[in-house]
């Protein structure tokens, strides 16, 4: 096999170079590449290149070893033009593990023809934007499961906060047809439903992953979720449900629609929900990212791994819950934070007498129904300030949650710390 991914590097390579002598010199000066898997480094990437650079015009080269939704990529059509570069391994199951190959040697191609040709100015990669500006850089730690302890530093997009507050673009969004066929497809699958549409993600792809840590960041059951979606029914918000789940207890409620069954483009649907929604449900991933980018607040449920963090200002997080197996006695937020902060960070396989449990169905209510009455511009919605500051004193200060001044709801405040 390592002769086969030699050899596609070699085509990669040679596409590279036929791809990097047909882009034309003109006024598009900044060259980059995205070769990213996660949807969350995709996001941030184009961000990070848009922002830093917002009066230039960016050619981007895709290089398109997974699925992608283009949709992500229109948002930012007045920034950056993307190229996408399809590698011929990925097309057969076969070769597909010389993907990665293919594509490093498409990326040296397309670099080779442009110093050949002096094309100015080149930036190999958007990661290396948010680690070179990564100004809390000493300051985060993350558990590495590979050394067993918890590591300083931790190389991630800690400087996305002080971009989307200093940087604004006024030009991100979908096309105005775009938007009108969403809008026409709720209204025909919800017609009592108000134009506030609220959408619930679920992530429940843990059987796909390989690590503890990945398995676990799943929803709870969706029976949990129930109580919180009759609450927003009975106050005539469309309701939209995704993921590939079982809704069928969901059907009888009114203003509630799976996003599958609404007769519009997928893609298209899971880049409105996390763009244009009133307030989204989900759980911590890729997806809130672009929330975060589109300005629309989240309840982060089933919340995990527990240093991690949001740039949503109203954001509210309800994390999982910890047991002792012995007994399945729950263990306090409070407790974690002063006796198991390797826990924290992520140390799941730290404390094997421990089990991880969903979030509780009426944690989640209670903070979708404070989200609600934080958004009703006419509600005296206040957060307990008190409680919040015992809460922030004891999360341990090199987190993302703690520098970013994350927060649960009311409700766990005043559970686990007052």
């Known amino acids: 096999m390592m002769v086969f991914k030699f050899l596609f590097f070699l085509i990669g390579l040679l596409r590279g170079l036929i791809e990097g002598w047909k882009y034309p010199k003109s006024d598009q000066s900044i060259i980059s590449f995205l070769n990213e898997p996660s949807f969350g480094h995709k996001i941030t990437g184009l961000d990070y290149l848009a922002r830093l650079f917002p009066r230039e015009r960016i050619v981007l080269y895709v290089l398109v070893n997974s699925k992608i939704n283009k949709y992500l990529f229109d948002l930012y059509r007045e920034y950056i033009s993307p190229v996408f570069v399809y590698p011929i391994s990925a097309k057969y199951n076969y070769f597909r593990i010389c993907a990665p190959a293919e594509a490093l040697g498409i990326k040296k191609g397309i670099q080779m023809a442009f110093i050949f040709r002096s094309v100015e100015f080149f930036i190999p990669h ?13 300051k985060m730690s993350v558990y590495k499961f590979s050394d067993n302890e918890v ?20 030009s991100i969004g979908l096309k105005k047809d775009d938007l009108s066929s969403v809008h026409r497809a709720i209204k025909k699958a919800i017609p009592e439903a108000s134009d506030k549409v609220i959408s619930f993600i679920f992530r429940n792809d843990g059987n796909k992953h390989l690590t503890f840590h990945d398995k676990i960041r799943d929803s709870g059951p969706v029976k949990n979720y129930q109580e919180a979606i009759n609450f927003l029914s009975s106050k005539g918000y469309g309701i939209l449900l995704f993921g590939e789940l079982d809704f069928y207890e969901f059907h009888k409620i009114k203003n509630v629609v799976e996003a599958s069954r609404l007769d519009c483009n997928q893609d298209l649907l899971n880049i409105f929900s996390l763009t244009y929604s009133y307030f989204i449900v989900t759980q911590h991933s890729g997806p809130i990212h672009l929330a975060n980018i589109a300005s629309v607040p989240a309840v982060i449920t089933d919340f995990l791994p527990l240093w991690q963090g949001s ?18 006695r729950r263990i306090s937020l409070r407790t974690i934070f002063s006796k198991y902060s390797d826990l924290f960070f992520g140390a799941y396989d730290k404390y094997l007498e421990l089990e991880v449990g969903p979030s509780l169905p009426e944690d989640i209510t209670a903070a979708v129904v404070e989200m609600e009455n934080q958004l009703d511009i006419s509600s005296n919605y ?17 987190s993302l949650h703690a520098y970013r001044k994350n927060r649960i709801s009311n409700q766990l405040l005043k559970k686990e710390f007052s």
Do not use: W
């Open 126 to 138: 958007p990661v290396t934007l948010y680690r070179a500006m990564n100004m809390e850089y000493e």
């Open 151 to 170: 590591k300083v530093p931790y190389e991630t997009f800690y400087s996305h906060g002080f971009l989307l507050e200093h940087v604004k673009l006024n």
């Open 311 to 328: 740039c949503g200002s109203k954001d509210i997080f309800v994390p999982k819950n910890f047991y002792v197996r012995d007994g399945m």
């Open 382 to 398: 206040q957060p307990d300030h008190e409680l919040l500051k015992n809460y922030r004193r004891m999360i341990p200060a090199k």
